[in-house]
């Protein structure tokens, strides 16, 4: 085996790699380390007779030392006792509030005649370097930008309220070139948060592969060693940029080095160049932290010879384009569709119809300054754009089940033309049926019952009922009926006058 142990990164790699069924050759070659290394600890994995699927389950520590036992000289029993506490002490360090000198103390407390404490440090630092090893990142151009919030604040004044409020300073740089963009924003809320991303985006010219958030509520809703819930509305920032959201481990400033060492140096060369007698307007604030900002980009990189400016032109060609339009945020809300097969948005007191299909469950509306979208989980059922209308309705006709689709196609003109073809004085009486209502969809049921009557009792007699309709001034399904019913339309009539014949069975509430 290599006299020098290989990290426990590309030790994994090797396990998995194996598991996967590579050849050790081609191993070799994909992690670029020797193919006798990796023959090395495969076949010391086979020695020690434990499945890989449980040695991967091991942390890094074990697998250390599973694979690489620590070469310790036991000088007495005292020592070796000693070396022995420290892999508990290591698993007690992680536990939150637990702290080395904890740890000493249930070391004395089982050992009295143990070493004392600053031996005791000493040796676990000792060990500790043997047994946990470190990872280096290498960034490669256009690949990520890392995001987050400066401890301490700035003041500003709010010229809304003429109060003197904090400012959260948002820091956001880029991996490999180490290009900054810093600004003073509000709060800590999704859409301040969101709003400084995107002015970082457009800072940069450009959108790296992924976005690296700390693990803020802005970013992350639910945060998780492998699978963190990102907060919906910055997923869906992140989508219209077409880039990816990988949030840093919990407590893991290593992920996020750049970003933490830029809020180190944004308090030498920004906030130390700040008056500290004089209270800017946030606008004001943000035009002077540009100004010594771009004094920080201009200075050069120790050990590179070059200025972050200089280096960002040269990542620039690297990132991918921006999109035409900025992302706008959006509300999500839980909507229960009505019979009606439309939802309602309660802000604006408008409905927005969906597909009949989804009456009575519970759907997820997101919505914008311009837009209104439905969700059945992750699948978009319904578009529309946003009315501020108050108690009308935003309907498309192909939501709606088939029987209402056609009462919707209907038009005045249809009818207009069906009455025509039967005769003029049929189309004059539909006409003003059609006038009578303030609207003319309200009319269109009673035009449906009166042109049936041109199959149930025969066009003429539909056609002299319209014309008795129209003589008398009188219009509507219920009068032509009321026609019908007593015969009226068979009844022969002065031509010249026009005039209703006297007849008893005359009904005054429909002629």
Not at 270 to 292: C, G, K, M, S, W
Not at 428 to 443: F, G
Not at 449 to 478: E, H, M, P, T, V
């Amino acid at each position: 085996m290599a006299n020098i142990p290989i990290e426990m990164s590309k030790l994994r790699q090797i396990l998995k790699l194996y598991s996967k069924g590579i050849g050790k050759k081609k191993i070799a070659e994909r992690l670029c380390t020797s193919k006798n290394t990796v023959k090395a600890y495969i076949e010391q994995l086979d020695q020690k007779g434990i499945s890989l699927e449980d040695v991967l389950k091991l942390s890094d520590l074990e697998l250390n030392n599973l694979f690489n036992p620590p070469k310790i000289d036991y000088y007495s029993d005292r020592t070796k006792v000693l070396f022995d506490f420290f892999p508990e002490a290591e698993r007690l360090l992680r536990k939150r509030g637990v702290t080395r000198m904890f740890v000493y103390r249930e070391y004395k407390l089982r050992h009295p005649d143990g070493f004392e404490r600053t031996q005791f440090y000493d040796y676990f630092a000792r060990w500790s370097n043997k047994v946990k090893p470190t990872m280096r990142i290498e960034h490669i151009a256009g690949d990520k930008m890392y995001m987050d919030y400066a401890g301490a604040t700035l003041p500003y004044l709010d010229t809304v309220s003429g109060k003197v409020m904090d400012a959260q300073v948002f820091v956001a740089i880029l991996g490999w070139s180490q290009y900054a963009y810093v600004e003073a924003l509000r709060d800590q809320t999704i859409p301040e948060f969101i709003a400084g991303s995107e002015n970082a985006l457009h800072f940069f010219e450009g959108v790296p592969l992924a976005l690296v958030p700390d693990n803020l509520k802005s970013a992350v809703t639910r945060p998780h060693k492998y699978e963190p819930t990102l907060n919906e509305n910055f997923k869906r920032f992140a989508d219209h940029y077409g880039t990816a959201c990988v949030p840093a481990r919990s407590r893991k400033p290593q992920d996020k080095a750049h970003v933490e060492n830029m809020v180190k140096l944004l308090y030498q060369r920004v906030y130390a160049h700040l008056p500290d007698d004089t209270v800017f307007t946030l606008q004001q604030l943000n035009e002077r932290i540009l100004v010594h900002l771009k004094a920080h980009n201009d200075t050069p990189i120790k050990d590179l010879n070059s200025t972050r400016t200089d280096r960002w032109k040269l990542e620039k060609n690297a990132l991918n384009p921006l999109p035409q339009n900025r992302f706008e945020i959006r509300t999500i809300r839980q909507v229960t569709v009505q019979k009606s097969c439309h939802v309602l948005h309660s802000e604006d007191n408008h409905h927005y119809s969906v597909p009949f299909e989804y009456v009575r469950k519970k759907l997820k509306m997101m919505y914008s300054r311009s837009i209104v979208e439905i969700y059945d989980n992750y699948r978009l059922v319904a578009t529309h754009k946003r009315v501020r209308s108050a108690g009308n309705y935003s309907t498309i006709p192909q939501h709606l089940p088939p029987e209402h689709q056609h009462i919707l196609s209907l038009s005045p003109q249809q009818y207009i033309t069906r009455a025509r073809s039967i005769d003029p004085a049929v189309e004059i009486y539909i006409r003003n049926v059609l006038d009578k209502k303030p609207y003319p969809q309200q009319a269109f049921r009673s035009c449906d019952g009166i042109l049936s009557f041109d199959k149930k009792i025969g066009r003429d007699r539909l056609i002299n009922a319209c014309k008795l309709g129209n003589d008398i001034g009188r219009y509507g399904y219920k009068v032509i009926e009321s026609i019908l019913q007593r015969g009226l339309d068979q009844v022969e009539r002065d031509e010249t006058t026009g005039n209703m014949p006297d007849h008893g069975n005359i009904r005054a509430d429909y002629i």
